[in-house]
């Protein structure tokens, strides 16, 4: 079965660094794009990255743009998420996922806490 597993989450101070990874199995994960979203408590899920199958095409919404990068390891199948100058606005639950024949699969994701 699809499983997607977020790691990399934690507590970090305003400015900071964090990378975020996803493992992914029960797919052929070098067949399909890969997205990352992220959830604030009494918000709506928002998307925050994409990257296409060989990572050639990448995109952003402007909230993120120039701080974090998605990226990918085929022969790993992982995805991850390199997220900079972290904002006390970035906190939230960080979810990847994948949609395969019309299915959206998520995992259970990772706590990002962005706090002085």
């Known amino acids: 079965q699809v499983q997607l597993v977020e790691s990399g989450g934690g507590l970090v101070q305003p400015g900071g660094s964090l990378r975020l990874s996803c493992a992914a199995s029960?797919?052929?994960?070098?067949?399909?794009?890969m997205k990352w979203y992220r959830q604030a408590p009494g918000k709506a899920r928002e998307f925050v990255a994409f990257?296409?199958?060989?990572?050639?095409?990448?995109n952003y919404p402007n909230s993120v743009k120039g701080r974090f990068t998605i990226s990918r390891d085929n022969a790993k199948n992982t995805v991850y998420l390199q997220m900079n100058s972290l904002k006390a606005e970035d906190t939230a639950m960080y979810y990847c996922?994948?949609?395969?024949?019309?299915?959206?699969?998520w995992g259970q994701g990772t706590q990002v806490t962005v706090s002085s």
């Open positions: 996922n994948v949609r395969l024949a019309g299915v959206d699969y």
């Open positions: 990257i296409s199958t060989t990572g050639g095409i990448t």
């Open positions: 029960g797919f052929t994960f070098s067949s399909y794009a």
